[in-house]
């Protein structure tokens, strides 16, 4: 059994047990989120495809670890000018496991 879910923006396949990171979520370590943004359900080979949502289907995920991911720096150069621009950025993560698809 499988689900495409939605969330930060981003579609994600989720299956039960997968730990996988997404969008920063508000919620505390060791608690439990429902997705409700389900755009697709298989199950044994049954597919239920969402228009655009699948009605009374959720992803029950437990909360692991909020963290930052890896520095993504964005340098700007111009030959000749003296211009020259450095920005980083980190950006907010949730791992999230999966522990129950209801469909």
Same mark, same amino acid.
């Given at each position: 059994?499988?689900?495409?879910?939605? *969330?930060?923006?981003?579609?994600?396949?989720?299956? /039960?047990? !997968? $730990?996988?990171?997404?969008? @920063?979520?508000?919620?505390? =370590? #060791?608690?439990?989120?429902?997705?409700?943004?389900?755009?697709?359900?298989?199950?044994?080979?049954?597919?239920?495809?969402? *228009?655009?949502?699948?009605?009374?289907?959720?992803? /029950?995920? !437990? $909360?692991?670890?909020?963290? @930052?991911?890896?520095?993504? =720096? #964005?340098?700007?150069?111009?030959?000749?000018?003296?211009?020259?621009?450095?920005?980083?950025?980190?950006?907010?993560?949730?791992?999230?496991?999966?522990?129950?698809?209801?469909?």
């Amino acid at each position: 059994m499988y689900a495409v879910i939605k *969330t930060g923006g981003k579609q994600y396949k989720v299956a /039960v047990g !997968e $730990v996988l990171r997404v969008e @920063k979520l508000n919620a505390e =370590v #060791n608690t439990t989120v429902e997705l409700t943004e389900v755009l697709l359900v298989s199950n044994n080979g049954e597919i239920k495809v969402g *228009t655009p949502v699948v009605e009374g289907a959720k992803v /029950v995920a !437990e $909360v692991v670890a909020q963290g @930052k991911g890896a520095k993504v =720096v #964005n340098f700007k150069y111009k030959p000749k000018t003296g211009y020259h621009r450095k920005k980083g950025h980190r950006q907010l993560f949730t791992e999230i496991k999966v522990t129950a698809i209801n469909a």
